[in-house]
Structure formats: C-alpha cells, structure tokens
C-alpha cells in the first residue's frame, strides 16, 4: 500500500523555519512548498511529463502571494492537463502567448537570423519583413493569421507585378512562422500549407550584360572617358576586373586587403555561399586599390563617397548608363561578361572550369557540391592575372593613364 502524505496547513507553512538549506513540505499530489534558505516560500508541482517520461518541476508562485487553497486549485488544473496527455509547461507556454502580436514575434526573429544569414541575405529579408509582412500583419496577434491572409498578400504582390518579391515574401513568412513555432507562439505553421503551384512562375532573366570583345573595348573606352566622382570609377573597373558581387565591391574594407600576400578575404558572413572568399590581387587591381587609398585611407570602407558612406548601390550602375550603357550593361552585368569570356578562352588561359566557378563565389548543389573542397587557389591566382591582362590589353595607352 502506497505512503499516504498528510495535506499541510496554512498554520505549519507560516510556523516553517528557515534552515541552512532548502527543504520541501509537501501536501500530497505532487504539490510541495520549498521553504528557500533566503527565507522565501515557494509552492511548486512536480510531475512526470506526458511527452519525455522525465521528472519536471513547474513554479506555481510564492507564499503567501499565492495561498495554499490557490496552489491546489493550480495543481489540479495541471491533473487536468496531465490526463489530456500534455505537459502544463507547454500548457502555460501556450496560453501565455495567446495574445502575442506579429510585430513582437518579428524582433525576435530578426535577433536570431542576424547571426546565422550572410549580411546581405540578412537585410534582403528585413526588408521583405519591412516592407510587404509588417505592412499587413504588424499588430495581428500571431495566432489569428490565416494561410488565407498570407496568400492574399502574396496576390497582392504579384498583382503589383513583383513576382520574384511575391516568392520571397512567402518564404520570409515560411522561415518566421517556423520560428514561431519553435518558440511555442503558434502550433502549427500555416504558410507551409500554401501550395506553392498556386503562385505565378517567375522567370529569372541574366542582368544586361555584353559578351563580345569589340563591346568590351567599347564599354572600357567608354567608362574611361567619362567625367566622374573617381571613387565611382575605381569601384566600376575595381567590379570589372575582380567580377565580385555589386554589395561586395561597395562594403569592401581595408583590413580585408593584403597587399603583401596579394589577396583580398572577404569575410563568410559577407558572401552568399556562407564561407570566406580569396579574390588573388593583380598589378592592374593593386594599382586601382592604391589609388583609392589615395582618397580614402581614413575610411574603414575602400570605396566611400564624400558623405563618409560606402558606395551607393546605384552609382556605378547610374555611372554605366552615363557612359551610354542603358539597358545594356550593368554592375552586376559584370559577373555574367566575365564568366562568358573566361569559359570561351579556357584554352588560352588553361584553367577548368571548376576554378572559374569558385572564382565567382558560386557553389555547386547535390552531392558534387557536398564532397568538392577544393579551392584550386593556384589556379584562380593564374585565371585572375590573365583577366586583368586580358582587359588592359583593351586600353589604349591614353585611356589607361585616366583609371585612377
């Protein structure tokens, strides 16, 4: 026959005296009182979850805030949620966010992708969060959205013509309600059931780009006779000879540069691929980065403008339609010339294709992607140094005096 406890009293939990250590009275049932060395008496429950089979404690408040008649009304509330074949701490968890609003679950989640996306994936869906998600649903309580709500935004989106904007919002929406999710807001996670078939097919087009060489020539003659702001000019034929990612160009920062070693590490939280990037140095982009240092030494970023802010993602872009290229080029247009080029010549310059791609910064998918770590340095060293050749080889002795 099992122990049988004697409930406690109110006049035995007032006369309780403080020891060295804690030590529990206890009224049967799981419910117990923790008379704390600090004086304080604290009723708590203790019982075996339902989900993990494991021993747990939960606090149900302090003496005598929180009466003894309180405590049993609490702890039979727990039986309760006990037989139904859930755990009062998910239980509470639950009921606690109930009123929770979409805006507080977003600086939450924000905290928490902060650290595990590249910079600029990281401001991309802010503004997505910014833009399209807290414009509709900022003071909803998190609970109460509706699939259906998410689907008319996202119809609203592609109805403004924004179909690529449209996806992201979707997935943005997905990724934070997933954390949600996790953090007990919400039981189930209503963007998933959105077919994905519903939505308008995007079809990605490659940014203007020219692949000629006779375009080539034109485009530098052209880029070198323009007037212009000469920060703009050395970050467009920086872009040009190094085909980095536009954001990468514009945040680019001394200490990422050694000159000695002739490379520049752009750090993993900077890149797409989520993982450090070498861009090998030439004579040509050594000498664009000097003359930079000309006029930007006292800057963390090798490409500010007067403002004492980076490059502007606009001004090289606006420096080429300046230049005649509207429609026709752009700075990320730079990336696509420089990969055409440099697969077409592959028997000149003798580096495979697999160099070509790491050089770019882009990784391959599968299991290909998974198992291949080589970085072919060697071989991006010798592809970077043919490149910038390859260009100035296109200056006329005029023209080349004007870069810097």
Same mark, same amino acid.
């Not at 701490?89 to 109930?98: F, T, Y």
């Not at 070693?261 to 993982?275: D, G, L, Q, S």
């Not at 080889?393 to 005029?398: E, F, N």
């Given at each position: 026959m099992g122990k049988t406890t004697k409930p406690l009293s109110d006049t035995e939990i007032k006369r309780a005296k403080v020891e060295e250590k804690d030590y529990a009275l206890y009224d049967g049932s799981g419910l117990q009182l923790t008379v704390r060395k600090n004086g304080s008496k604290i009723f708590e429950f203790r019982y075996k979850s339902p989900l993990t089979q494991k021993p747990q404690k939960i606090t149900i408040g302090k003496y005598p805030i929180v009466t003894l008649a309180g405590a049993r009304e609490t702890r039979a509330e727990y039986q309760k949620t006990l037989l139904k074949g859930m755990d009062p $701490? &998910? &239980?509470? /968890?639950? @009921?606690?966010?109930?009123g929770i609003l979409f805006k507080t679950v977003t600086e939450e989640y924000r905290k928490y992708i902060k650290s595990e996306l590249a910079d600029t994936t990281f401001k991309r869906t802010n503004g997505i969060i910014d833009n399209e998600l807290l414009r509709v649903f900022a003071n909803k309580p998190i609970k109460e959205i509706t699939r259906f709500q998410i689907l008319a935004? /996202?119809?609203? #989106?592609? !109805?403004?013509? =924004?179909?690529?904007?449209? $996806? $992201?919002?979707?997935?943005a929406m997905t990724g934070l309600l997933r954390f949600a999710l996790s953090c007990g807001y919400i039981e189930h996670n209503v963007a998933r059931d959105i077919d994905k078939g519903m939505l308008k097919k995007y079809e990605p087009t490659n940014h203007p780009h020219i692949e000629s060489v006779s375009d080539l020539k %034109?485009?530098? %003659? @052209?880029?070198? @006779? $323009?007037? @212009?702001?000469?920060? #703009?000019?050395?970050?467009?034929?920086?872009?040009?000879?190094?085909?980095?990612?536009?954001?990468? /160009?514009?945040?680019?920062?001394? %200490?990422?540069i050694d +000159? !000695?070693?002739?490379?520049?590490? #752009?750090? %993993?939280?900077?890149?797409?691929?989520?993982?450090? =990037?070498?861009v090998p140095l030439t004579d040509e982009t050594i000498r664009l980065l000097k003359e930079a240092y000309k006029i930007n030494?006292?800057? &963390? =970023? /090798?490409?500010?403008?007067?403002s004492g802010k980076p490059l502007a993602h606009i001004e090289i872009g606006r420096f080429l339609k300046n230049c005649g290229y509207i429609g026709t080029?752009?700075?990320?247009? +730079?990336?696509h010339t420089a990969s055409t080029i440099l697969h077409e010549n592959m028997r000149k310059h003798g580096i495979h294709s697999e160099a070509i791609e790491r050089q770019m910064a882009h990784v391959e998918g599968g299991v290909k992607g998974v198992y291949n770590k080589?970085? *072919?340095?060697? &071989?991006? #060293?010798?592809l970077m140094h043919w490149w910038s050749k390859y260009l100035t080889?296109? *200056?006329?002795? !005029?023209n080349h005096s004007d870069l810097g």
């Open positions: $701490k &998910e &239980e509470r /968890v639950i @009921a606690k966010n109930e935004l /996202v119809r609203e #989106i592609e !109805d403004r013509g =924004h179909i690529a904007n449209a $996806k $992201k919002a979707l997935a %034109e485009l530098i %003659e @052209a880029m070198n @006779a $323009k007037k @212009a702001n000469p920060v #703009i000019k050395l970050g467009a034929f920086f872009a040009l000879h190094t085909f980095l990612r536009p954001s990468n /160009v514009r945040f680019l920062k001394w %200490e990422w +000159f !000695d070693n002739k490379v520049v590490t #752009i750090p %993993e939280k900077m890149m797409k691929t989520r993982k450090p =990037h070498l030494a006292k800057y &963390e =970023h /090798v490409f500010t403008m007067p080029q752009t700075a990320h247009g +730079f990336r080589a970085e *072919y340095l060697e &071989e991006r #060293i010798k080889s296109l *200056y006329t002795a !005029d």
